[in-house]
Nanobody, 127 residues
Framework: QVELVESGGGLVQAGGSLRLSCAASGRAGVTFSSYRMGWFRQAPGKAREFVAGVNWGGEYKYYAESVKGRFTISRDNTKNTVYLQMNSLKPEDTAVYYC?????????????????WGQGTQVTVSS
């Protein structure tokens, strides 16, 4: 099982940028590159929603329509880390952001397909 720890959240003004990081660790034999990775978010009173996902090698990336053109997901398998670069932030991007790891298959946008989750990092965008 992989363990995930997010960092990089904070308070930013609308139009600003943040870069979230998610570091993975696990028992011997767990290989980060064997996991597809995703970012999800949950705003107060709302359901968790998919934000971005990336395949094992980083070649294929998927985004929610609401963040396309503003957010970029990337991964560095040598550092066991996945990133979410968030530009042109809006107040509606305010949420707790979670990274998640998917060992198997299934739709990358469906949170039910993920096997491990981080504790979350708060992102607050002021208007």
């Amino acid at each position: 099982q992989v363990e995930l720890v997010e960092s990089g959240g904070g308070l930013v003004q609308a139009g600003g940028s943040l870069r979230l990081s998610c570091a993975a660790s696990g028992r011997a034999g767990v290989t980060f590159s064997s996991y597809r990775m995703g970012w999800f978010r949950q705003a107060p009173g709302k359901a968790r929603e998919f934000v971005a996902g990336v395949n094992w090698g980083g070649e294929y990336k998927y985004y929610a329509e609401s963040v396309k053109g503003r957010f970029t997901i990337s991964r560095d398998n040598t550092k066991n880390t996945v990133y979410l670069q968030m530009n042109s932030l809006k107040p509606e991007d305010t949420a707790v952001y979670y990274c998640a790891a998917n060992r198997g298959y299934g739709h990358i946008m469906d949170g039910k397909n993920y096997d491990a989750w981080g504790q979350g990092t708060q992102v607050t965008v002021s208007s």
